[in-house]
């Protein structure tokens, strides 16, 4: 990589994967600048923030959030920094002409047209937020191939089998990906037995510091499940070759086999700052500022397989993995809705399943054809949802 500082655009900059961006950026004030950040509402995070990295643009989601941020920044001889709101910002954000590299780490849907924007844009896009890549699949891969764009993962385990694959990215001689799931914090208790697992309860998961609908994700092992269906876009090798296996420790963050019995595994702390390092250099290497590993201090690293009988999320996600077409923009959809719901204390746990599997199961399998037609599926996937959600409200 050259000397020339990389100008960096943060979308979803307050959330965890943002933060974590911002503290590798921090180590290395001489190889990153910050241009742009994004955020919902958080106005308090943001303007800290503003003050240390002094971005040229901001983009809040709603006016009202953007008025009270731009009138603290006036406050505090900030106002040199533009503050402006809406999806349409945002996605002029994320195709900026300064940038040369966008983080994507909007939680869900919302971050599927921005990042599309910065795909579109020919940027070096960091993908973190697994949405664009489970709802579009081949469509978001044309777009950067067609852009010249670099797609680099930040999910630990996806970063982990692209260290893992050849240098040329082939895929002839890889026999198949394993990717590696903490089991979240019920592994091993019967799913018959979850149904009163409150909010809290599903968000403290056991090695990762993460956001709440992705914590939730990863108690129910739906995370694992839009993992599968990322790997596949991402990496783009049938879903059938992407296996998955529960590993307590989080050590291993997933490995590749390779048609002569040689596996490459990644190994590293459970910290997202190593990925964010990793993908922020590359092709080079930097300090993410994370700890090393003590292997003897570990001392064991423990593999089962998951029973999908007991985890009917991930059950689910592997479905629709193999059905294609619109069916993993469909499971996304309503499981955002589900989760969503859970969160605020409107269903059960377990119901979140029942939600997504209702949606499937009326929703009629469709082609994706274009970003048009994703949003289209994506709104009557969220209507039918909601309809299910109707019949399961606490």
Same mark, same amino acid.
């Given at each position: 990589?050259?000397n020339?500082?990389?100008?960096?655009?943060i979308?979803?900059?307050?959330g965890?994967?943002?933060q974590s961006?911002?503290?590798?950026?921090?180590l290395?004030?001489?190889?990153?600048?910050?241009?742009?950040?994004?955020?919902?509402t958080?106005?308090?995070d943001m303007f800290?923030?503003c003050?240390?990295?002094?971005?040229?643009?901001?983009?809040?989601?709603?006016?009202?959030?953007?008025q009270?941020?731009?009138?603290?920044?006036?406050?505090h001889?900030?106002?040199?920094?533009?503050?402006e709101s809406?999806?349409?910002?945002?996605?002029?954000?994320?195709? !900026?002409?300064?940038a040369t590299? &966008?983080? =994507?780490?909007?939680?869900?849907?919302? #971050?599927? +047209?921005?990042?599309? /924007? *910065?795909?579109r844009?020919?940027?070096?896009?960091l993908?973190?937020?697994?949405?664009?890549?489970?709802?579009?699949?081949?469509?978001?891969?044309?777009?950067?191939?067609a852009?010249g764009?670099?797609?680099?993962p930040?999910?630990?385990?996806?970063?982990?089998i692209?260290?893992?694959?050849?240098?040329?990215q082939?895929?002839?001689?890889?026999?198949?990906?394993?990717?590696?799931?903490?089991?979240?914090?019920?592994?091993?208790?019967?799913?018959?037995e979850?149904?009163?697992i409150?909010?809290?309860q599903a968000c403290?998961?056991p090695?990762?510091? !993460?956001?709440r609908?992705?914590? &939730?994700? =990863?108690a129910?092992?739906m995370?694992? #499940?839009l +993992?599968?269906?990322? /790997? *596949?876009?991402?990496?783009?090798?049938?879903?059938s070759?992407?296996?998955?296996l529960?590993?307590?420790?989080?050590i291993?963050?997933?490995?590749?086999?390779?048609?002569?019995?040689?596996?490459?595994?990644?190994?590293?702390?459970p910290?997202?700052?190593?990925?964010i390092?990793?993908?922020?250099?590359?092709?080079?290497?930097?300090?993410?500022?994370a700890?090393?590993?003590?292997?003897?201090a570990?001392a064991r690293?423990?593999f089962q397989?998951?029973?999908?009988?007991n985890?009917?999320?991930?059950?689910?996600?592997?479905?629709?993995?193999?059905?294609?077409?619109?069916?993993?923009? &469909?499971?996304?959809?309503?499981?955002e809705?589900?989760?969503?719901?859970?969160?605020?204390?409107?269903?059960r746990?377990?119901?979140?399943?029942?939600?997504?599997e209702?949606?499937?199961?009326?929703?009629?399998?469709?082609?994706?054809n274009?970003?048009?037609?994703v949003?289209?599926?994506?709104?009557?996937?969220?209507?039918?949802?909601?309809?299910?959600?109707?019949?399961?409200?606490?």
């Amino acid at each position: 990589m050259s000397n020339t500082k990389q100008t960096l655009v943060i979308l979803g900059s307050t959330g965890s994967v943002g933060q974590s961006t911002l503290k590798v950026v921090q180590l290395h004030p001489e190889k990153y600048q910050v241009v742009g950040l994004t955020a919902n509402t958080n106005v308090a995070d943001m303007f800290e923030q503003c003050q240390q990295f002094k971005p040229n643009t901001v983009v809040m989601a709603d006016p009202q959030s953007a008025q009270e941020l731009s009138s603290k920044l006036a406050q505090h001889g900030l106002s040199d920094i533009a503050v402006e709101s809406g999806a349409d910002a945002l996605n002029q954000l994320a195709a !900026m002409s300064s940038a040369t590299t &966008v983080m =994507s780490a909007i939680v869900g849907a919302a #971050g599927l +047209e921005p990042t599309l /924007a *910065a795909v579109r844009a020919g940027k070096r896009v960091l993908i973190a937020n697994k949405e664009p890549l489970v709802m579009t699949g081949d469509l978001f891969m044309r777009e950067a191939k067609a852009s010249g764009a670099t797609i680099l993962p930040i999910d630990s385990e996806h970063n982990a089998i692209f260290q893992c694959l050849p240098d040329d990215q082939s895929q002839r001689t890889v026999n198949k990906i394993h990717l590696t799931a903490s089991g979240g914090p019920f592994r091993g208790r019967p799913w018959s037995e979850l149904r009163d697992i409150t909010p809290d309860q599903a968000c403290a998961h056991p090695n990762w510091s !993460m956001g709440r609908k992705i914590s &939730v994700d =990863s108690a129910t092992m739906m995370n694992k #499940g839009l +993992e599968l269906i990322e /790997a *596949a876009a991402l990496f783009q090798i049938p879903a059938s070759k992407v296996d998955i296996l529960i590993h307590p420790q989080s050590i291993i963050h997933s490995m590749v086999e390779y048609v002569d019995g040689s596996f490459l595994a990644q190994l590293g702390a459970p910290d997202m700052c190593i990925p964010i390092a990793h993908a922020l250099a590359w092709p080079d290497r930097i300090q993410s500022g994370a700890e090393t590993l003590d292997l003897a201090a570990i001392a064991r690293l423990d593999f089962q397989t998951p029973d999908m009988a007991n985890l009917p999320c991930l059950r689910l996600a592997r479905e629709a993995a193999d059905t294609g077409n619109s069916a993993p923009a &469909v499971l996304n959809s309503a499981n955002e809705i589900a989760v969503d719901a859970f969160l605020q204390g409107k269903i059960r746990f377990t119901d979140i399943a029942k939600v997504v599997e209702d949606t499937l199961s009326v929703m009629p399998e469709s082609t994706v054809n274009d970003l048009e037609n994703v949003l289209n599926i994506d709104n009557e996937a969220r209507r039918i949802a909601g309809a299910s959600l109707e019949s399961r409200l606490i």
